[in-house]
């Protein structure tokens, strides 16, 4: 080491001081080189050690972007097929509801006619196998919501008690034909009070809950029980009962029957129909609204449905409201609606709706697309229009923001859209394009009711956006 030392000092030094060097001198530099030569291995070391971390890093790191990308498309696939879910599920319900328009609208019609008792059964039989196509095609489709994440609940004011009325009152007929007595009690006094939630999907529970008591019951009756508690921060518990003296159902699967397309038994559709999606469906309403639905059950013995929705306190209308009930007497005041404008290219649908809306003393203009009820528009002045959304030429939200956009008498006339996709996405549209209402398909002299009732009580300025069916 000394020797080589030395060689290289001499490059540095003259000839005789690097001769004479101290060893002490040398070894010193030596120890000094050593370590620096070691110094520069450790160096060296780690340099490679954090090279192979920064490459394993690397790969980690493209490794990660690959599963993220994977999971973007997967997502976006996803998205993708919600898409085209939501798009076939809106055109499966216009190509079923659009006929089905016709079939109940017009036996609806039909019931309202002078009949003998053979027409009235089969006028019956007719509106009866409708309506069971009906149910079966919004079950499918609640149902389908729900997967795709869809469902959304309107929160408005009503009357709990009228709410379980009118109802109720649709099932005496059904609890008549099969000779079962069908009871509504409320448990402390609900006249008066007011909530604040979706009335519609209310409604759409109890109607399920009755439907299969009546069904799944021979002897005795069905009674339905509600009330009203004070739940925490000011709020209300809305709990109503569905109680049958029906064949029971076993223990072992009563948590089964909340399942989609599950039954009691598999005799059970053979004997008494059904897709077996209705408890599934408003199992899921009850829980998205925060509530719940229980089951107590004995074979042989009966069923007792019994559900607990908490919801806020509402507020009385400040006006009252028209009480026009189908087939009475009683018609909407003559001024109300002079002139109406029908828009739609299907010509039973215009047909059954012109028909529905003769009791009231209307003049009734029909024409076939968007682009006529612009022109309609025009040249005549109209109380109210009905919009249907499906049209050749100009569909109805094109046609419904031409007229809003324009100068003429028509600008601020109330329009109700006619759709047989009433899912949200679609209301959404309605209300930006300037709609006021929709009526879902199939329309009936109830839902018209309805739809004219919300229309004439609210002032000019306010959106009544909200389903009749």
Not at 332 to 356: C, E, G, H
Request: net charge negative.
């Amino acid at each position: 080491m000394h020797k080589l030392l030395k060689h290289q000092l001499r490059k540095f030094l003259p000839p005789e001081a690097a001769s004479n060097l101290d060893p002490r001198f040398l070894n010193a530099i030596s120890a000094a080189y050593e370590d620096g030569d070691a110094a520069r291995r450790r160096l060296e070391r780690s340099i490679n050690l954090m090279s192979d971390e920064m490459t394993d890093l690397n790969e980690d790191l493209r490794s990660q972007k690959k599963q993220a990308d994977k999971a973007s498309e997967r997502a976006e696939s996803e998205e993708q097929r919600n898409i085209a879910k939501s798009a076939f599920l809106a055109a499966m319900s216009h190509e079923i509801r659009t006929p089905l328009n016709a079939v109940i609208g017009a036996a609806d019609l039909l019931k309202k006619s002078s009949l003998t008792d053979e027409q009235i059964a089969h006028v019956n039989l007719l509106t009866n196998g409708g309506q069971l196509l009906l149910e079966i095609i919004n079950d499918i489709i609640d149902l389908s919501k729900f997967e795709a994440g869809k469902v959304t609940l309107e929160e408005r004011d009503f009357n709990p008690q009228a709410v379980m009325e009118q109802t109720i009152d649709l099932w005496y007929p059904k609890a008549q034909e099969k000779g079962l007595t069908l009871t509504l009690q409320f448990a402390n006094n609900t006249d008066t009070e007011y909530l604040c939630g979706d009335e519609y999907r209310i409604k759409q529970i109890l109607n399920n809950l009755i439907s299969n008591a009546l069904k799944f019951t021979k002897r005795g009756g069905v009674s339905v029980t509600a009330a009203l508690e004070p739940a925490r921060h000011g709020n209300t518990v809305f709990l109503f009962e569905v109680a049958d003296t029906g064949i029971g159902i076993p223990l072992e699967r009563q948590d089964a029957i909340f399942h989609p397309f599950e039954q009691a038994d598999k005799s059970t559709t053979r004997n008494y129909g059904g897709s077996g999606l209705g408890l599934s469906i408003i199992s899921r309403l009850a829980h998205l609204m925060g509530g719940d639905i229980t089951l107590t059950s004995t074979p042989g013995r009966g069923s007792v449905f019994t559900v607990t929705v908490p919801m806020c306190k509402g507020e009385a209308p400040q006006t009252g409201e028209l009480d026009v009930q189908p087939n009475s007497s009683a018609n909407y005041p003559k001024t109300a609606f002079n002139r109406i404008l029908i828009v739609d290219d299907i010509m039973s649908n215009r047909l059954v709706l012109s028909a529905l809306l003769k009791p009231y003393c209307v003049c009734v203009d029909e024409v076939h697309n968007g682009k006529e009820a612009v022109a309609a528009c025009e040249s005549a002045a109209y109380d109210l229009i009905f919009m249907d959304y499906h049209m050749p030429v100009m569909d109805g939200l094109e046609a419904t923001r031409a007229i809003r956009d324009s100068n003429n008498i028509n600008a601020d006339t109330r329009i109700v859209a006619l759709t047989a996709e009433a899912m949200q996405e679609h209301v959404s549209q309605f209300t930006q394009a300037g709609m006021d209402y929709y009526l879902a398909k199939p329309i009936t002299s109830e839902g018209l009711i309805n739809c004219l009732n919300q229309v004439m009580t609210q002032p000019e300025s306010t959106p009544v956006m909200g389903v009749a069916s």
